[in-house]
């Protein structure tokens, strides 16, 4: 009869009384048992369901001030009122997280509290009228009696119940966040709203929040997934949204871990400047991103280890770029912020940005000036103070109580003082000097020569040591003013790298290339120091058509007036694989064809040789060569380091000179045991064939122009070595044809049984100056392997880099 009752009950007619009936309000959460027990079975979790329990995990873990714990509760709330049925499972998903940090009274405490707002939320009424007041009410008013309750039984203290307090009210703020955020997530199909993209924004850093201290190694979960954040909010809603995501993830790490206050303003800077790198493509705001982080751990105190820095900020930023095409472009729509409104959001930022930026660079030179005007004011005075102080304290400490003291200090003082400095003078020739070296007059007058010696030669090493200290203290005072100074040019000419054309230049651009059915996902304009335009577009892929070249480039060049050619490219070439960029820089007459060959010590695969190639601004070409101490992975990660913040400092703007001191500095201040490498430095302007060469301990480098072989040669030590270095450049007019040749001390030293280690290379390079630069590059590290006697027996690891210098043809479109 109960089986008959339940098939009666699914017909139609019966359908249409109970709509009719539905009078009483009916409790939320209720059904029958079929459906509430499929709510918790395998059948019923699809993955949108799964990850929101896993949320409520990570939520339970995330603790404030390191004893409140709102987010869990807060959280169960809104996906009760949000998702019903399905957000029972964020239950026992927030008591595992809560299992998982916390323990006794408060563990306690809080799963009750959990499960009480449960339980109070099943008997709203499902229609109730401003839910979102009536939810965190009830989620507070939990709160505090059920901890308070809990407290009574344990003679709490006037602290104990502010501390319930502050929990309930953070808990109902929390629970007005989640709710619209989850409701966001929800009807995921519509644009989210500018509130809702904060909302989510909150809920990603409480996520973080939850992680915890869980690392894999050295690397910390929450610092990776928190630049993954920033670097995403940076690409999909430009520098306004980078920043704010910064600011959340500061100020979350900051309640949650008590951090410094200089971690907000620290994400916030590290997020604004990846997003003004956006124009740039994913490429661009990876580098914007890097940069921060590597300017902030050289200027700010305490930023943290800079390898674990460079690891987290690495991976960070690859998983951005790796990150599905699909998966970025589904969240730029959601964001609901067309790139016409992100790029008049960014004019107008940077317009606002270019006085503060003038401001801060004035600052920074002030900084500079005082450190340096205090460095030449205490030189000029440390000439005679030393000795001044030595003799004084000698007279203080010996002579003072002695009968004599009078005479010898007073009536006799100079000559007292020519005695002691003749008796200084010895010491500093021979190392040593005894109370028979004094002069015959203080011998006769002196009666505590003995004494006197010793004291002496006690204060003089005392007082070399200080010496020392004290000007070992001044050079750094120098190098911190030179790079607060180099700080500050930067500063001062970045609102000209962000400047864009006035008028309507971008939006003629792009509504042409509108007409012509190519669609152009970002296009920014910016204006060299000289006047000239480069030009960086991001579209999607053509599939092999070279659009780039047959279509965009021609028409950007009619309308910007000037010939252009391109560079720079990204191609993707299939479809779905993501947005292609590239750029058109102002027409150069030269190019540069490059070869690379290189190899360990003994075969090995790894080198403890870097190169790299960089494109500066301005047309100009950097090819960089680095050899880090001995060989070996250790070798490897001092020379990468050396050339990838190299190549960070010139790209961000940094003269070659203040890179180099910049990288020398951080060589020597990045550890306490020995560590350099060498950097070989060339950088040629492919306007007008200038080529500047930097070496700092690296080995001479060849300059091949027909059968003429010159040798480009420094003498200085490597960088690391010496806290302050002299960097010295040359420079050279190079011409059409001319092969530039740079190599590690490893190939050298491959002639090294001959007087002239150079000769030998010269030599084989009058007869190859013909060949390709990559046969060329071949050639050389074959002979030198075989100079060594095979690869087994190569000494150290080798490297070959040549360039050859082209006119460019007909390059400009």
């Not at 609102?495 to 190519?518: N, S, W």
């Not at 064809?593 to 190639?613: Q, T």
């Not at 000179?657 to 302007?685: C, Y």
């Not at 080995?699 to 027909?706: E, K, N, T, Y």
Request: glycine share 10%.
């Amino acid at each position: 009869m109960y089986l008959l009752f339940e098939e009666v009950e699914i017909y139609p007619y019966r359908r249409i009384l109970a709509g009719k009936k539905k009078k009483k309000a009916v409790r939320r959460f209720r059904g029958n048992k079929k459906h509430f027990l499929k709510s918790l079975t395998g059948q019923a979790v699809t993955p949108a369901v799964l990850a929101l329990w896993c949320a409520g995990f990570f939520l339970g873990r995330a603790i404030l001030f390191g004893e409140l714990a709102p987010f869990g509760v807060a959280y169960i709330a809104a996906a009760m009122e949000v998702f019903g049925r399905a957000g029972l499972g964020t239950i026992p998903a927030v008591i595992l997280g809560l299992v998982s940090v916390s323990r006794g009274l408060p563990l306690y405490s809080s799963i009750l509290a959990a499960v009480g707002t449960f339980l109070l939320l099943r008997t709203i009424p499902a229609g109730v009228k401003k839910p979102w007041l009536v939810v965190p009410g009830l989620v507070a008013a939990v709160t505090i009696i059920v901890k308070i309750s809990i407290l009574a039984f344990i003679y709490p203290s006037p602290y104990d119940y502010f501390r319930v307090l502050f929990e309930a009210v953070f808990a109902a703020l929390l629970t007005l966040v989640f709710l619209p955020a989850l409701l966001a997530l929800k009807n995921v199909k519509r644009p989210f709203s500018r509130e809702e993209i904060f909302y989510l924004i909150l809920l990603l850093g409480g996520l973080v929040a939850g992680i915890g201290e869980l690392r894999i190694n050295i690397i910390s979960l929450k610092e990776v997934l928190s630049g993954l954040a920033i670097l995403l909010a940076a690409f999909i809603g430009g520098s306004g949204m980078g920043a704010a995501a910064g600011a959340v993830m500061g100020i979350i790490s900051g309640l949650v871990y008590v951090a410094a206050p200089t971690l907000i303003g620290t994400y916030s800077f590290v997020g604004l400047l990846a997003g003004l790198c956006r124009s740039f493509g994913r490429a661009g705001v990876a580098v914007g991103f890097l940069l921060g982080n590597i300017i902030l751990s050289v200027y700010v105190i305490d930023y943290g280890n800079f390898t674990v820095l460079l690891v987290e900020t690495g991976l960070a930023a690859f998983l951005f770029l790796v990150a599905p095409p699909l998966l970025v472009e589904n969240l730029q729509s959601l964001a609901g912020m067309p790139l016409e409104n992100v790029l008049k959001q960014e004019v107008l930022l940077k317009e606002a940005l270019g006085e503060r930026f003038h401001k801060w660079a004035r600052v920074f030179r002030e900084i500079s000036r005082s450190f340096e005007q205090v460095s030449c004011t205490v030189q000029k005075d440390d000439q005679g103070q030393g000795l001044q102080k030595l003799l004084h304290l000698t007279g203080k400490k010996i002579c003072s109580d002695c009968i004599l003291y009078q005479t010898c200090w007073e009536r006799e003082l100079y000559k007292t003082y020519q005695g002691l400095l003749d008796f200084l003078a010895l010491k500093e020739t021979y190392g040593k000097a005894g109370p028979e070296d004094f002069p015959d007059e203080l011998r006769r007058r002196c009666l505590r020569l003995k004494e006197l010696a010793i004291a002496i030669d006690c204060l003089y090493e005392t007082c070399l040591a200080n010496r020392y200290w004290y000007r070992r203290l001044l050079e750094n005072g120098t190098v911190v003013s030179e790079q607060l100074r180099g700080v500050a040019d930067i500063l001062e000419n970045l609102p000209g790298e962000f400047e864009i054309y006035k008028g309507d230049t971008g939006p003629v651009l792009r509504r042409r290339l509108k007409e012509m059915a190519v669609q152009v996902e970002n296009l920014t304009v910016d204006r060299r120091p000289d006047g000239a335009a480069e030009i960086s577009v991001t579209k999607a892929p053509c599939g092999g058509r070279l659009e780039c070249h047959e279509k965009i480039a021609p028409l950007l060049t009619s309308l910007v007036g000037q010939p252009f050619y391109l560079a720079a490219t990204g191609c993707t070439w299939r479809e779905g694989e993501g947005n292609c960029s590239f750029k058109l820089f102002p027409a150069l007459n030269y190019a540069v064809a490059l070869g690379l060959a290189g190899i360990g010590k003994g075969g090995s695969f790894v080198s403890g040789d870097c190169y790299s190639v960089f494109d500066l601004r301005g047309g100009r070409l950097a090819l960089a060569l680095s050899d880090g101490m001995g060989v070996g992975p250790q070798a490897a990660l001092e020379s990468g380091v050396t050339v990838s913040l190299l190549g960070s400092l010139l790209e961000c703007g940094f003269s070659q000179n203040m890179a180099v001191k910049t990288i020398n500095s951080v060589l020597v201040l990045r550890s306490a045991r020995e560590s350099f490498a060498t950097v070989d430095l060339a950088v040629i302007d492919l306007n007008n064939g200038e080529a500047d060469f930097i070496k700092i301990g690296a080995p001479a480098s060849f300059l091949i122009r027909g059968k003429q072989v010159m040798r480009v040669i420094a003498n200085s030590l490597p960088a690391g070595i010496l806290e302050d270095i002299e960097v010295a450049s040359e420079k050279a007019e190079l011409l059409p044809g001319d092969v530039l040749v740079m190599v590690t001390d490893g190939v050298l030293d491959a002639g090294r049984q001959l007087e002239d280690k150079e000769e030998w290379l010269a030599g084989v390079l009058q007869g190859v100056a013909g060949l390709p630069v990559q046969e060329m590059a071949e050639l050389i590290l074959k002979l030198g392997q075989t100079k060594a006697g095979g690869i087994a027996k190569i000494p150290d690891d080798m490297t070959v880099l040549a360039a050859r210098l082209i006119k460019q043809k007909t390059r400009a479109i």
